[in-house]
């Protein structure tokens, strides 16, 4: 597959993640980091636990959202967005925000909780197909007949822009709070952007950060694989939040440079790591916002003999009914 000429130079630079923090700083959270230096959860080695399921909206699209709507003209036609969940809420929460109209388009999978979220915040919300795939062909038509102004989840620039603020907040907390650096950064990969906003920020820096991704739905691991963006099947526990069918050339121009590889993980190892946090933490993710945590509790990462390990709990927009029958299957 040939990537794109634009594809290619997408990675966001220091100085233009600087930018997008200062313009965004207003509206957003600075989440806070737990540290750890071992013995909680059962591990030994040091962890940071980034807790961005604390950001408005309920997850760190919030970032992206604001990014684009406060760089880009809005259109008479306001705003579109396909989302399983998070990006919706997120998306409703920025234009509200902001004044402006929101049209967000839902896969039948989405959760009750994301979609009855979204429609607090006043956006329009439509169903666009079974999956997230279809979800956004139902957005990309509308946003061809109305001219309203689409605000894509992961592949487009403004979006990795936004994220990858993420990566520099965290980076500050852990110099600069009490904390001890970070040698390794497990993200969680749905479509990809935020892995690729947070690894264009560390480049250079000796930081690694690898992609967590569900083994049932794995389009960034497919995609390094092929050679080129792939599509994919997705069944996961985790498919409203992680459940891209296809993550994109820009990200993928990005990810094969940068992010330092794709650990895979079960859905039990997902929904224990929701239970582990949980009990052991009193955190309530959902499913996506655990699976970064899933790779390290179930040793699909193994860090090795004191090295500082980031954790990104990136999503609590959860059913707490589910997660309530979760854990207590567990006791």
Not at 4 to 13: H, I, L, V
Not at 67 to 73: G, K, M, S
């Amino acid at each position: 597959m040939t990537v794109p000429r634009d594809a290619e130079s997408a990675s966001p630079a220091r100085e233009q993640i600087r930018a997008a923090y200062h313009l965004i700083s207003g509206r957003i959270r600075r989440t806070p980091v737990l540290f750890s230096r071992g013995g909680e959860l059962g591990l030994t080695s040091p962890v940071s636990l980034k807790l961005e399921l604390l950001q408005h909206a309920g997850s760190f699209k919030t970032r992206g959202a604001f990014t684009t709507l406060l760089t880009e003209t809005i259109p008479k036609a306001g705003v579109a967005a396909a989302s399983g969940g998070n990006h919706g809420v997120a998306v409703a929460y920025a234009t509200r925000t902001l004044g402006l109209s929101a049209r967000i388009f839902v896969p039948e999978i989405s959760s009750a909780a994301k979609v009855m979220a979204i429609k607090a915040h006043g956006a329009d919300v439509r169903i666009g197909g079974a999956r997230y795939a279809d979800a956004q062909e139902a957005c990309d038509r509308y946003v061809a007949e109305s001219g309203a102004l689409r605000v894509h989840p992961f592949d487009a620039d403004l979006t990795i822009r936004g994220q990858a603020t993420l990566g520099l907040e965290w980076d500050e907390q852990t110099r600069d709070e009490g904390g001890f650096g970070l040698d390794t950064v497990l993200i969680a990969c749905g479509g990809g952007g935020l892995v690729c906003g947070v690894a264009s920020y560390f480049k250079g820096t000796g930081t690694r950060v690898f992609a967590v991704e569900p083994r049932g739905s794995c389009a960034l691991h497919a995609a390094l694989l092929a050679g080129g963006p792939v599509d994919v099947p997705v069944e996961s526990v985790a498919a409203d939040s992680l459940g891209a069918r296809n993550v994109g050339a820009r990200v993928y121009a990005i990810a094969k440079e940068m992010v330092a590889g794709v650990i895979l993980v079960d859905d039990d190892a997902i929904v224990a790591a929701q239970q582990r946090l949980c009990t052991d933490l009193r955190i309530a993710t959902e499913p996506g916002g655990a699976a970064a945590a899933a790779a390290l509790l179930s040793r699909a990462y193994v860090p090795a003999r004191d090295e500082r390990v980031g954790v990104l709990l990136c999503g609590g927009n959860v059913d707490l009914g589910k997660l309530a029958a979760t854990v207590s299957a567990q006791t």
